[in-house]
Nanobody
Framework: QVHLEESGGGLVQAGGSLKLSCAVSGRSFTTYSMAWFRQASGKEREFVVAAKAWSSGPTYIADSVKGRFTISRDNAKNTVYLQMNSLTPEDTAVYYC?????????????????WGQGTQVTVSS
C-alpha cells in the first residue's frame, strides 16, 4: 500500500513563493514516478509537473507554470517537492501529489494510481 501526504500549503501574496512537500510511504521511493496536479474551485483537476522514476528533474511541465515551478525529490527522505515562485492569484488551488510505480508518467489524472489528499494554496492579490 502506498500513502502520499502533502504539506506546505497556505496563504501567500502575489509574487511570493511556496514550497510544497509530498511524503511517500511504501516501496522504494526511487521506483516511483511522481507528479503534481492542482484543482481550482469549480474547475477540473489539471496537470502541473511530473518527474519520471529515477530522474532528478521534470519530465513534463505545464506551460502555465514553466519557468516558475519546479519539481525535485529527496530520495533519502522519500519526499517530492514542488517549488513555486512568482505566484499569481491564478495559481490558487488545491495541490495534489500523485504517483505511479515505475517509469510510467503522463499529464492525465487517469494515468496515476496513487493520490494524496491535497493541500490548499491561496495566492492573494
Amino acid at each position: 500500500q502506498v500513502h502520499l501526504e502533502e504539506s506546505g500549503g497556505g496563504l501567500v501574496q502575489a509574487g511570493g513563493s511556496l514550497k510544497l512537500s509530498c511524503a511517500v510511504s511504501g516501496r522504494s521511493f526511487t521506483t516511483y514516478s511522481m507528479a503534481w496536479f492542482r484543482q481550482a474551485s469549480g474547475k477540473e483537476r489539471e496537470f502541473v509537473v511530473a518527474a519520471k522514476a529515477w530522474s532528478s528533474g521534470p519530465t513534463y511541465i505545464a506551460d502555465s507554470v514553466k519557468g516558475r515551478f519546479t519539481i525535485s525529490r529527496d530520495n533519502a527522505k522519500n519526499t517530492v517537492y514542488l517549488q513555486m515562485n512568482s505566484l499569481t492569484p491564478e495559481d490558487t488551488a488545491v495541490y495534489y501529489c500523485a504517483a505511479n510505480l515505475g517509469p510510467r508518467v503522463g499529464v492525465r489524472v487517469s494515468e496515476y494510481d496513487y493520490w494524496g489528499q491535497g493541500t490548499q494554496v491561496t495566492v492573494s492579490s
